[in-house]
């Protein structure tokens, strides 16, 4: 997973594995600092494929390392943002290194991820909406002691239908954009 995020970043620009660090922390969700014995031996691992190289930043007095994308680590960013997401808790977090690292990819690739997050969110919709359904039935006929518990299930059931709902229409507008871009040539139209 973390190397779906490492690579997606570094197609911008180089990054040092401290940079790396702050990035990769801060796309997880939830947010969480990532430690360099974390970052370190999974950047010598992408080296040893030859997915990274580490080369002098010229703009840094001290000649400090980054890493560098290699033609390698484009191939496999690419063999990664194709593969399925599997259902399990790290799906959310996953999709996020995908969008992150999508970018140069080419459209109908960019567009099956993006239908695959969307159906993934629809099927989760869809099963909040029959448990909350069922919620409410069970509330109606709730004794006291249950009331309190089944009314917070159902809060929190309609807190995720909202984001299932939120992140839907986000999808909708990015496949959208999509859309347009193609049909410009690959230019943005944000008429």
Not at 60 to 74: D, I, Q, S
Not at 89 to 106: H, I
Not at 133 to 154: N, P, V
Not at 157 to 182: C, P, Y
């Amino acid at each position: 997973m973390y190397e779906l995020l490492v690579l997606g970043s570094l197609l911008s620009r180089d990054m040092s594995g401290y940079k790396l660090c702050q990035v990769l922390g801060n796309a997880l969700v939830p947010r969480r600092k990532i430690s360099n014995g974390v970052m370190y031996p999974l950047l010598n691992k992408l080296a040893a494929a030859g997915d990274i190289t580490f080369v002098t930043d010229t703009t840094n007095a001290r000649g400090k390392k980054v890493a560098h994308l290699t033609a390698t680590g484009r191939a496999h960013l690419h063999d990664m943002l194709v593969t399925p997401v599997t259902t399990d808790a790290k799906r959310e977090s996953l999709y996020r290194f995908k969008f992150k690292g999508m970018a140069t990819e080419p459209v109908a690739v960019q567009s099956q991820i993006l239908n695959e997050y969307k159906e993934a969110l629809l099927t989760d919709l869809q099963i909040y909406q029959q448990v909350y359904l069922h919620l409410k039935e069970k509330l109606a006929t709730a004794s006291m002691d249950r009331h309190a518990s089944l009314d917070w299930s159902i809060r929190t059931l309609e807190l995720q239908i909202a984001e299932s709902e939120t992140k839907i229409k986000w999808s909708n507008r990015q496949l959208q954009d999509l859309r347009l871009t193609d049909a410009h040539g690959g230019k943005p139209n944000y008429d």
